[in-house]
């Protein structure tokens, strides 16, 4: 297929890309638009939920808030604390309480004639137990909850749910309030009222959004009560949605639950500490989008043709002058640089033409740029070993050597001789520019040795470098210098022990080596001028403008050498390079 497509004309390749191009839009934005309206409805129908959310939760806290006032009406009875004060024998007295109580009950029923709650039942501390008329007729199945209530008398919410008690199979929740005697100190009642599932579903039953869209409550332990106007049981604690729903009780999101997509939203009932969590089918509140999409494969489809048609006019309008501009690029790859196009017009083919012409002369130049820059890299390599090798400093190492065989020290003068043959092999380093960090240390040690030996214990060294660097590359005789420097500019002239301190780590993907002295220092008005090209300090193998300059032609201008420097506090040296540089050129 992709030959087919290469050997095709232009005109047809502009065609074809241009059909491609016009099918990838519309489908890029009929996604798009899907994407978009679905959020959007998404997003209209959370809203919605929300308000449900807050109507129902209100409605819901209201009810359950006047249960508190409910109680508070009946423990400030009288009739009913005299009954709470009653001995647990049966009396005459009792009995007329007991019915004063009653009356008190029914005057509750007929003063909330709408049904704000389900029943009403009040026990003494001997578990004797009224009920309000509504269920007085089953008052032996109410006896069961003396002893939970007693239990619980602390707890206001009862989950009626959860409890199971005999032959009591109804749903819901009971409020709890008990009386105490104020000169006991004594519990002396409870009150219970009942909330029963009907009534609590008569509330939620207007969250429910569209035909088929549902809703359930569950409390936070994923216990479900409630579920479509239902009571119904089990847990979804473990549900992606569910545990969504318990820590973010705004908003709403999809999820797939059982192979389809849904927008689950919820919201939380604070007296009861339950969720409220909606779920709506998304292909539901999509509907209307389908017919959208569908208008705009159509109006895309004749787009697309249209499109088809104009283009082939024009590709074959523009590939004549295209031709001249191709065959002058193939001279360009032959390697004729200098070779231009002429720009015959002033629309795309001639703004192709420019372009091209500025393209030749940048890379023209380019390669002038790398010439010279290879020839600077090679003459900085030379100066280098050039410099390293210093007449002056073999003389003088040789000169030492002649001495201690004189003083009849020959381990010293063999030691030495040993020092300066490795240091010379290490410098040369079979022409190679580019060597591992170990090596450059060893290197730098040799030479440190071959001081020491000329100096005597004038001069210390300590050497930590991290293990993970040592394959490191680096220029060669990149540190000697900065060492040469410390010893004949910072520890020669000065009094006492100087310490060479040579550190490397490694930050992220840099790599630094510092050395640093206790020698003179260097005055700030000299630290400016230290990477000046023609500056140079007597005594050095060679500048540090010459370190700077190699290290950034090999690893680039972020790479390199800085000094610091306090008098009569020392210098510290440091060179930053790359990690993992490997260039195959300087390994041959």
């Given at each position: ?9 232009l ?51 209201s ?27 049966e ?41 309000s ?25 009862l ?54 869209g549902s ?9 479900k ?17 569910f ?83 191709t ?131 004038k ?17 060669k ?34 790599v ?47 790479y ?18 790359p ?10």
């Open positions: 297929m992709r030959k087919k497509y290469h050997e095709l004309s005109a047809k390749k502009f065609s074809l890309t241009s059909l491609g191009f016009f099918f990838l839009t519309i489908l890029v934005l009929t996604v798009l638009i899907q994407f978009l309206y679905e959020k959007s409805v998404l997003n209209i129908t959370s809203e919605s939920y929300k308000e449900k959310f807050e109507i129902v939760s209100d409605n819901s806290q009810i359950l808030e006047n249960s508190g006032k409910i109680a508070k009406v009946i423990l400030t009875d009288e009739a009913i604390q005299n009954w709470f004060l009653q001995d647990s024998e009396s005459a007295d009792q009995l007329e309480y007991k019915m004063q109580v009653e009356k008190r009950l029914d005057y509750l029923d007929a003063l909330y004639p709408d049904k704000q709650y389900s029943s009403i039942s009040v026990f003494d501390s001997y578990g004797h137990m009224v009920n008329n509504s269920i007085r007729s089953e008052a032996s199945k109410y006896e069961q909850f003396f002893n939970i209530i007693k239990e619980n008398y602390n707890v206001k919410w989950d009626l749910y959860e409890v199971s008690l005999g032959d009591y199979e109804k749903n819901g929740i009971g409020y709890i309030r008990y009386y105490r005697d104020y000169d006991s100190g004594l519990i002396k009642g409870y009150v219970l009222i009942e909330y029963q599932s009907p009534l609590l579903i008569n509330n939620f039953a207007h969250i429910r959004y569209g035909e088929t809703y359930l409550i569950a409390d936070t332990d994923g216990n009560k409630i579920e479509n106007d239902q009571d119904v049981s089990g847990n979804i604690s473990e549900e992606e949605y545990q969504w729903a318990e820590d973010n009780k705004k908003g709403g999101k999809v999820f797939r639950i059982d192979g389809k997509r849904y927008l689950v939203t919820a919201s939380v009932i604070p007296t009861l500490d339950w969720l409220m969590i909606g779920l709506t089918p998304v292909n539901e509140l999509t509907k209307a989008g389908k017919a959208m999409t569908q208008i705009i494969y159509v109006v895309g489809i004749i787009a697309a043709l249209i499109s088809t048609f104009f283009s082939m006019r024009v590709s074959h309008s523009v590939t004549k002058p295209l031709i001249y501009l065959d002058t690029m193939k001279k360009f790859g032959k390697g004729d640089l200098s070779v231009r196009v002429p720009v015959l017009y002033e629309d795309e083919i001639g703004i192709l033409s420019e372009e091209f012409n500025k393209m030749s002369e940048q890379i023209r130049q380019l390669v002038d740029q790398v010439y010279r820059e290879q020839r600077a890299k090679r003459k900085s390599e030379l100066a280098a070993l050039q410099a390293q090798i210093n007449p002056h400093f073999l003389y003088n190492t040789l000169n030492s050597v002649s001495s201690l065989i004189k003083m009849n020290c020959p381990d010293e003068a063999f030691i030495m001789i040993q020092a300066v043959g490795t240091f010379y092999r290490t410098s040369l380093s079979d022409g190679k520019t580019l060597i591992p960090l170990d090596q450059e240390i060893t290197n730098i040690e040799n030479y440190i040795k071959i001081q020491k030996v000329r100096y005597g214990n001069i210390e060294y300590e050497i930590d470098i991290e293990n993970e660097i040592l394959q490191e590359w680096i220029v005789l990149t540190l000697q210098p900065l060492v040469e420097n410390s010893i004949y500019h910072g520890i020669k002239e000065m009094r006492g022990k100087g310490i060479i301190r040579i550190k490397g780590w490694k930050e992220k993907n840099k630094f080596i510092q050395v640093s002295d206790n020698g003179l220092g260097i005055p700030e008005e000299k630290l400016e001028e230290l990477f000046s090209k023609d500056y140079r300090e007597k005594g050095s193998a060679f500048g540090l403008f010459n370190i700077q300059q190699r290290l950034q032609i090999y690893f680039g201008k972020e390199g050498l800085t000094v610091e420097s306090k008098l009569s506090q020392g210098t510290k040296a440091t060179v930053c390079i990690v993992d540089f490997k260039r195959e050129e300087d390994r041959k």
